[in-house]
């Protein structure tokens, strides 16, 4: 078979043709008359005996038993222009074409190499293969050898010597001992095929791994705090035939999704979250890094205690702990202060009513009507002061806090009528002179329900005179009285000084204080500031 630029000949050779000037047989094929075109640059035939064409502009066109095939594109074969068919030795057809890369057909379909796959340059112009199963396929840039079994891509260019190679196309052919012989411009390349000595791609090297540039022990275990989460991977790819065509792809499982392709030698990765990781870099002297050697490092950084789910499970258990037993406390204080509030109705309740119950009355007018048949001067003013102090009662009561000199003013009042029922037999001295204590507060008409206490309770004639004594020294006010223990007590509820002492809860943390001292009753109140 002879290919041309104007047609294919088919030479028919027979016992005949042994004499050398015996006549031939010729047959001519121009792209009419079934190839598909009159350009053909390459003519090959099978170990099965099928003839391939490789013609410019027709694509692929196949032989068998006088019948031909068209393979375009839409067998998967996207390149019109072949310019070199082979064969490698598992009966794969091998094709070279122009822009396009490297085909390969098994019978089924067309598989594509090119500069992805990590041939150097997408034009081959001729191509063949080894018996060891390579594949030799020379470009603009160089030699480029794929191993057929992996798909792996050796190249060898201008680092290896070889200057940039203008061939004829299918200037290529081998020889008995599988020495692959190239011709170019400039001349002839020898590439002598040594198995044992191909290196088809780099070798990976994690040379260190860093946690905050301090290096670690990578045969350690690979157990990390939350904090320690700064690391930094330095790596290298073994290629001494030509080192500055590496080029790298990372990817940090747990991390990345996707592989990264870098031409650093070194990747950091800062505040990783907690998690498990596993480092992946791998290396190649092309784009090709599917069959590329890879190096790898796996480690783990812990939770903080605070995520975990035991301090996140003691958490909600404690919020609602506290939670039941802030509403339990506001439920009691609440209920407290209901009790104190009712308290003090009945505070003010008993003041009242023990300032207008009958025997109060009854005894207010018949000191009354004495002082009127002896000094009705006298009466006029009695008069005066029983008005003024049931209208201060009315108008003192309903309020929580009152000086201590307005205290003292009511106070006195009731002093002055139960003195004119008493006379001389009840006596009282009060001993506040300092402003500070005279402008403090105390509930009202407190001193008013102790004195009726003391005047309920005691004995007063001449020979048993009952004598209050008022003292405010160091924040407190001092009430004593005498005990003169009636022949026949009076009976009474015994809640108005209970009254006085949780009306006192209800405005201050401070304690009334109340004991018998001797022959005297003694009650301790606090003195307020205003809140």
Known sequence: WISGLNRTTHCILTE???PVNSRLGFNNFSGSSGIGS????????DSRGRVWFATDGAGLIMMNQGATH???EKEGLKSNVIYSVTEDSFGNIWMATWNQGLYRYDGHQFDNYSVPEGLSDPSVTACTTTPGGKLIAVTKKGIDILDVRTGKFTNYGRESGILPIQSNLNAITMDSSHNVWIGTDTGIIEYKHREENLISAPAMLLDKVSMFLNAIDTGAAHVFEHFQNNFT???TGLYFTGPEKVKYQYLLEGYNKEWTQTNDQKINFPELPPGTYRFRVRSSANDNFLHAAEANFGFKILSPFWVKWWFIAGMILSILLFLFLFVRARDKRLRRL??????????EFETLKSQVNPHFLFNSFN?????????????????EQLSAFYRNMLTYRSRDLITLQEELKLFETYLFLQQKRFGNSLRFRIQVADSKYLNAFLPPLTLQLLGENAVKHNAISRETPLELNIIAKDGELIIANNINPKLKPERGEGIGLQNIVNRYKLLTNQEVKYHVMGNEFVVILPLLKEQ
């Open 16 to 18: 005949a043709n042994n």
């Open 38 to 45: 009159s350009y053909v640059y390459d003519i090959f035939i």
């Open 70 to 72: 068209r393979f375009s």
């Open 233 to 235: 991977f330095t790596f």
């Open 338 to 347: 209901a009790d104190l509030q009712k308290e003090k109705i009945e505070f």
């Open 367 to 383: 000191t009354l009507i004495d002082v009127i048949e002896e000094e009705p001067r006298l009466a006029i003013e009695y008069v």
